[in-house]
C-alpha cells in the first residue's frame, strides 16, 4: 500500500519553507526512545509536527495498513464506521479508508497543532475526516464499529494505560486494533491489551493462532515488518540512500464475535540451509521450530514464506 503522494508533496512544500527540521527530526527520535511511556508530549510545536508527519507518518501508515491487512483477512464483519483513538495527523485513518473502504471516519486527538496539519494532509488525499480534539483523560463519548489506535498507548503511563484500554474497548462495538513499535517494549504492551481484552470477553482476529495465553515467554517477542518507499525528504532528514525502510511494529485485533485463529504465525525470518527451511511458529500449542525438507510438499510455501506471515 503506497503512502498517498499528494501528502508527500504538501509535506515536501510545507519543508521547503521551514528550517531546523533535520534537527527536530532527530530530537523526534531521540524522545520517542528515551521518553516513551512517561505521559508527557513527545512532539512540541509546529516544527515537530511537520518533522512527523515527514519521517514517522509514512511508516505508521504503512504499519496501520499492513495490521489491518492481517486482521482484515480473519474478521468477516463490515466496518461501517471508524475511530481513529490519538490520531496524530491521521495515518491510520488513511490506512482504514483504504483498507475497509468505510467513508465514516473520526480522528480523535488532543495536540490542535496535529489536529491542523492532519485535517490539510487528509482533505489533500481526497479523504473526508471528522476531526476532534479531545485528550481521552477526560473520557470517551464516541464510539464506532472499529477503534484503531496506533502508537498512542506508549505515550502513556502504565496506569493511564490500563483505563485508556477499557475506555478503548467499551467504544468498539465489533473490533479494536492496537498498534505498537516492533520492540521488546512495545510487544509488552501489546502483551498486557491482549491480557486485558481477552479477559474482557474480547476474541482475537489477528495476529495470534493462540486463543489462550500468550506463549512467548519473557524476552521473546513477536513483531512484523512494513516496508516503506523513501521519499527525498525522508533521506534528506534521516540520511541514507536506501530506497526503502522496514517499519517493525506490533499489533493486536481484538473482536466482539468470536473469530476463527490463524493456523499458526512465523515469528522469525525461515532458517534456510540446503534442502531445508526451519521456521519458528507460534501455534495453538505454543511455540516449535518446524524443519520443512524438500520432500514435503509444503517446502515451496516455506521457501516463500516469511516473518509474521501465516504458515
Ligand atoms: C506517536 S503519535 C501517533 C499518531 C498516529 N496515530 C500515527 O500512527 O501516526 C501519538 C498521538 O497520540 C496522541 N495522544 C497521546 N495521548 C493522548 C490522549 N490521552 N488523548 C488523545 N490523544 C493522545 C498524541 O498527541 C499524538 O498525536
Redesign the pocket.
Known amino acids: 500500500m503506497e503512502f498517498p503522494y499528494e501528502i508527500r508533496e504538501y509535506v515536501e512544500e510545507l519543508a521547503a519553507k521551514q528550517d531546523g527540521l533535520q534537527k527536530a527530526a532527530e530530537r523526534l527520535s531521540e524522545r ?1 526512545r528515551a521518553e516513551s511511556g512517561s505521559g508527557s ?3 512540541n510545536g509546529s516544527r515537530d509536527i511537520l518533522a ?1 508527519a515527514a519521517v ?2 509514512p511508516a ?2 504503512g ?2 495498513a499492513k495490521a489491518l491487512e492481517l486482521t482484515l483477512k480473519h474478521f468477516g464483519g463490515e466496518i461501517g464506521s471508524v475511530l ?9 485513518s488513511l490506512a482504514a479508508q483504504f483498507m475497509t473502504g468505510c467513508g465514516d471516519i473520526t480522528c ?4 490542535q497543532g ?1 489536529i491542523d496539519l492532519g485535517r490539510e494532509l487528509s482533505r489533500r488525499c481526497g479523504a473526508d475526516f471528522r476531526w476532534i480534539k ?4 477526560s473520557g470517551l463519548e464516541r464510539r464506532a464499529d472499529m477503534v484503531i ?4 498507548l ?3 503511563t502504565a496506569d ?1 494505560r490500563r483505563l ?1 484500554l477499557e475506555q478503548l474497548w467499551s467504544a468498539a462495538d465489533k473490533l479494536l486494533v492496537l ?1 505498537e513499535p516492533g520492540t521488546p517494549e512495545g510487544f509488552s504492551q501489546i502483551k498486557q491489551a491482549r491480557e486485558l481484552l481477552t479477559g474482557l470477553g474480547g476474541s482475537i482476529a489477528a495476529p495470534c493462532p493462540n486463543i489462550g495465553e500468550c506463549p512467548l515467554t519473557e524476552g521473546d517477542w513477536c513483531h512484523f515488518t512494513a516496508r516503506i518507499a523513501r521519499g527525498r525528504l525522508h533521506k534528506r532528514l534521516k540520511g541514507g540512500d536506501a530506497p526503502y525502510e522496514d517499519e517493525k511494529f506490533g499489533f493486536i485485533a481484538v473482536s466482539r464475535k468470536p473469530c476463527e485463529p490463524c493456523a499458526a504465525r512465523i515469528l522469525r525470518h525461515p532458517r534456510i540451509e540446503a534442502g531445508r527451511i526451519t521456521l519458528r511458529l507460534c501455534t495453538a500449542q505454543g511455540v516449535e521450530e518446524r524443519t520443512v525438507t524438500r520432500k514435503d510438499p509444503r517446502f515451496k510455501a516455506a521457501r516463500k514464506s516469511g516473518s509474521g506471515e501465516v504458515f
Open positions: 520517542y508530549p513527545l512532539v512527523y514517522r507518518m505508521t501508515f504499519a496501520a481513529d483513538v490519538g490520531a496524530g495527523t491521521g495515518a491510520a480523535l486527538e488532543r495536540e496535529m479531545r485528550d481521552i483523560s489506535s496506533a502508537y498512542c506508549n505515550e502513556m493511564r485508556a498498534i
